[in-house]
């Protein structure tokens, strides 16, 4: 169901040139008529705005019920950055935020990891931008076990694409759910940008695009 959250996020997500439609790559190689790039959020207000979004998705899933928050290099640097400060002006929910370096530092404090430490037995929650094949969740996992034994039980997503991963009939979401026992969860999914653009009435060529692809790619 397209709830008045849902649409007011594709219609920001759409202004912000974030999410958009014509032919792209993805990660994982398929070409998809849409497309999520976070990467064209650039102003204060819509970082901000981004924020208070995950905030809302993580207060109503968790609560306060976790220790610190994750974003992957590079887009979930400021997506994560966002949402703490959201968490801790919004709710009162103050926690410690990090995120990690593509590259080890081999000078001042070293390592890979910016921001918080985490310590063994913490509770670490992930924001990213999009799920498409699981390949980044794949790359994540082992940077925070190498850091400590933490315990991630909570993902966090703008979108979920609901897209086939490496085995037939799972999404990646529903892989990424077996393999590493993480719950994702996303302020919308492909089936809420669809359902959007048919109460425009205006996208008939993209829908007809969309309707191929995820009869190809998608599981719902």
Same mark, same amino acid.
């Given at each position: ?155 966090? !997503?703008?979108?979920?694409?609901? =897209?086939? %991963? ?7 979401? /529903? &892989?990424?759910?077996? +393999? ?12 809420? !940008?669809?359902?959007?653009?048919? =109460?425009? %009435? ?7 695009? /969309? &309707?191929?692809?995820? +009869? ?5």
């Amino acid at each position: 169901m397209l709830t008045k959250n849902k649409k007011e996020f594709i219609e920001f997500m759409m202004q912000a040139d974030v999410l958009r439609f014509g032919e792209f790559k993805t990660k994982s190689g398929r070409f998809t008529p849409y497309f999520v790039n976070t990467g064209n959020y650039k102003t204060g207000k819509q970082i901000a705005t981004l924020g208070k979004f995950y905030a809302q998705l993580i207060k109503e899933t968790c609560g306060d019920n976790f220790d610190c928050m994750f974003g992957p290099a590079y887009k979930g640097i400021p997506l994560v950055t966002a949402t703490a400060a959201s968490l801790a002006t919004e709710y009162q929910i103050d926690k410690p935020y990090f995120f990690n370096r593509k590259e080890v530092k081999d000078h001042g404090e070293g390592g890979n990891l910016v921001g918080y430490q985490p310590k063994e037995n913490d509770t670490v929650i992930i924001i990213e931008d999009v799920i498409t094949a699981g390949t980044a969740i794949r790359e994540t996992m082992p940077v925070l076990k190498n850091a400590a034994n933490v315990t991630v039980n909570h993902m966090f !997503i703008s979108v979920n694409r609901c =897209e086939i %991963g490496q085995t037939k009939g799972k999404t990646a979401i /529903m &892989e990424v759910s077996e +393999e590493f026992g993480i719950q994702v969860h996303s302020i919308i999914s492909v089936q809420d !940008i669809y359902e959007y653009l048919k =109460e425009q %009435g205006s996208y008939d060529a993209v829908l007809d695009l /969309m &309707e191929k692809y995820m +009869e190809q790619y998608c599981v719902f």
